[in-house]
């Protein structure tokens, strides 16, 4: 008895559960098997001839195609679970699946299939004074761990790029899209096996507990990078804990910002579109910066747009004294990725203030200025430090499929390797290739 009591004064004082310890193993157990089954897979991916991609991605954008029915079934299972939660609209729409989205799915991965086969691409040969000839050929990452949340779109996606650049991938989606998730690796497992190709390419963790999601940010070896992609805690948490090396995708505090110069029709039209189209998004505006001498004629007719869609604005005492209908913004507002239907407003005096201010607060993501003056336009676009940055346009097009990837896993806003939208060079890494003809070093 007293053995016990010792057992259950230690766990106590570790703050574990009773039977954490086993779960906890246990999981890290079955995220093991799928990496060693991942690496097994990633050695015949690597391998593939561009004929078989090409023929294994138009095989599974077939068979979702075919599937829609099936996949809109399961999908809805998924929404009925976040309407009984209480979830926003704006993630509820993040979720959900349509005839739409799942022909867009289809047709990003035709069009990756469409893309050149990068692999094996000679990037540079150089020849030395000694006769060595060095090159560097583009070759696969290998494994690719991705964890996500909401969108099972990027199920999808991840596969096409994956597969298409020669990488088996490990797919780790949220509990609030297993249902979506399960049944979009079904089919694609179906058109891989329809050409005879291996389903291990694409292995989905269908246990959503959060211990699977330190399970992969411990397998150092036979997972070769983690991509995270979604909100800010889990960004945050795999950057900081995994011992594998991750891509850093970004949360998008994405800023338009209206210059004096500005059409105030153009503008009024790209900031409705910004923030209005998908507010869910990453690449949606979340915070306006006006020019004072622009603010009183445009002001009016972008908070009109707005209010339509019943978008709630927060704005400085500059920005209230123009419309009364915008709310006193905090501190917090400036930095705030709200993913919702809410939008901060910020009166400058000056370009170098606009800059400053969206410096100081955005993430790196992807910023916009709606201008008619070229020297304003090159100063932001040289000033301003983000992955995208955009002259008379919306940041909604910060999107691997906008930008002719086909798709994206995902908007990496960090500064080593790959930034802005992942198509395909970003799953690639390279290796040196040396010719010679018997050069021994002296």
């Known amino acids: 008895m007293e053995g016990k009591e010792k057992m259950g004064e ?19 157990n079955e995220i ?3 990496g060693r089954r991942a690496k097994e897979a990633s050695r015949t991916a690597a391998k593939l001839t561009a004929e078989e991609k090409v023929r294994g991605l138009l095989s599974v954008a077939a068979e979702l195609q075919s599937q829609t029915e099936y996949l809109l079934a399961e999908n809805e299972k998924d929404l009925c679970m976040a309407e009984e939660k209480g979830v926003k609209a704006s993630l509820i729409d993040r979720l959900r699946l349509n005839k739409e989205r799942i022909a867009g799915m289809a047709e990003g991965l035709s069009q ?4 050149d086969d990068i692999v094996g691409e000679v990037l540079e040969m150089k020849k030395r004074p000694n006769g060595l000839r060095i090159g560097k ?3 696969p990452l290998g494994v690719v761990g991705i964890i996500y ?14 597969f298409k650049t020669g990488n088996a991938v490990i797919l780790r989606g949220g509990s609030d899209a297993i249902h979506s998730n399960q049944a979009i690796v079904h089919v694609i497992k179906e058109g891989l096996r329809k050409e005879r190709l291996s389903q291990d390419l694409v292995l989905l963790v269908e246990n959503t507990d959060r211990e699977s999601v330190n399970a992969m940010m411990g397998l150092r070896g036979l997972i070769d990078v983690l991509i995270p992609r979604g909100g800010a805690g889990l960004i945050e948490n795999v950057v900081r804990n995994s011992v594998v090396p991750v ?7 994405c800023h338009v910002y209206v210059d004096e110069s500005a059409d105030y029709y153009m503008a009024a039209d790209i ?20 020019h004072e001498k622009a603010a009183l004629a445009v002001l009016p007719m972008i908070a009109s747009s707005l209010l339509r869609h019943e978008v709630e604005i927060r704005g400085d005492e500059r920005a209230r004294e123009i419309c009364k209908e915008i709310l006193p913004a905090t501190e917090e507002d400036w930095g705030k990725e709200y993913l919702d239907a809410v939008i901060s407003v910020k009166i400058v005096d000056s370009i170098d203030e606009a800059i400053a201010h969206v410096n100081r607060y955005n993430t790196g993501h992807s910023e916009s200025i709606v201008t008619r003056d070229y020297a304003n336009a090159l100063k932001f676009q040289d000033e301003v430090d983000a992955a995208a940055v955009y002259v008379n346009a919306s940041t909604r097009f910060t999107d691997g499929f906008e930008f002719g990837f086909g798709a ?3 908007i990496s806003t960090q500064k080593l390797h790959a930034r802005g939208p992942m198509g395909l060079e970003a799953l690639t890494t390279t290796k040196y290739i040396i010719f010679g003809n018997g050069q021994i070093r002296e």
């Open 10 to 28: 230690m766990r106590d004082n570790m703050n574990l559960e009773p039977g954490k310890e086993s779960r906890a193993e246990t999981i890290k």
């Open 32 to 34: 093991e098997v799928l």
């Open 112 to 115: 990756v299939a469409a893309l």
């Open 137 to 139: 050929m583009r070759v």
């Open 149 to 162: 949340e909401s969108r099972p779109n990027v199920t999808a996606d991840a596969f096409g790029l994956c």
């Open 247 to 253: 891509i850093e995708t970004g949360t998008g505090n």
């Open 271 to 290: 900031i409705e579109n910004a923030k209005t189209q998908r507010m869910g998004v990453c690449n949606a505006c979340e915070s306006l910066v006006i």
């Open 408 to 410: 994206e896993i995902g």
